[in-house]
């Protein structure tokens, strides 16, 4: 099983910018699927990004796209979600998850129940 933690949140004014990471241990995560999900308070859980295991493909929820990047570098087994123009309605507890299910298009992925593995969150606020 692979171990994830994630970091990099913190309090940032609107439009500025932050760069999560999520770090993995006990297993290579160059064999999974790397997923961003986030919650805020009162909501359910949305996916945010993904990306597959060598980066080839990437998908994004519509209200991220142009902002928010995916990217991961399997050599030092971690993924990371880098967040530019934030808005407050970013706010909210950021997830990163992994999957073994790579058989999927990336697509699919938006689905948070075709994750295996999930990080305990990181809180990202953004003030007006």
């Known amino acids: 099983q692979v171990h994830l933690v994630e970091s990099g949140g913190g309090l940032v004014q609107a439009g500025g910018s932050l760069k999560l990471s999520c770090a993995a241990s006990?297993?290579?995560?160059?064999?999974?699927?790397i997923g961003w999900f986030r919650q805020a308070p009162g909501k359910e859980r949305e996916f945010v990004a993904a990306i597959t295991t060598v980066g080839y493909a990437k998908e994004y929820a519509d209200s991220v796209k142009g902002r928010f990047t995916i990217s991961r570098d399997n050599v030092k087994n971690t993924g990371y979600l880098q967040m530019n123009s934030l808005k407050p309605e970013d706010t909210a507890v950021y997830y990163c998850?992994?999957?073994?299910?790579?058989?999927?298009?990336?697509?699919?992925?938006?689905?948070?129940?075709?994750?295996?593995?999930w990080g305990q969150g990181t809180q990202v606020t953004v003030s007006s």
């Open positions: 006990g297993r290579s995560l160059g064999s999974y699927v």
């Open positions: 998850a992994a999957s073994t299910r790579t058989y999927y298009s990336i697509d699919y992925f938006k689905d948070h129940n075709l994750y295996t593995n």
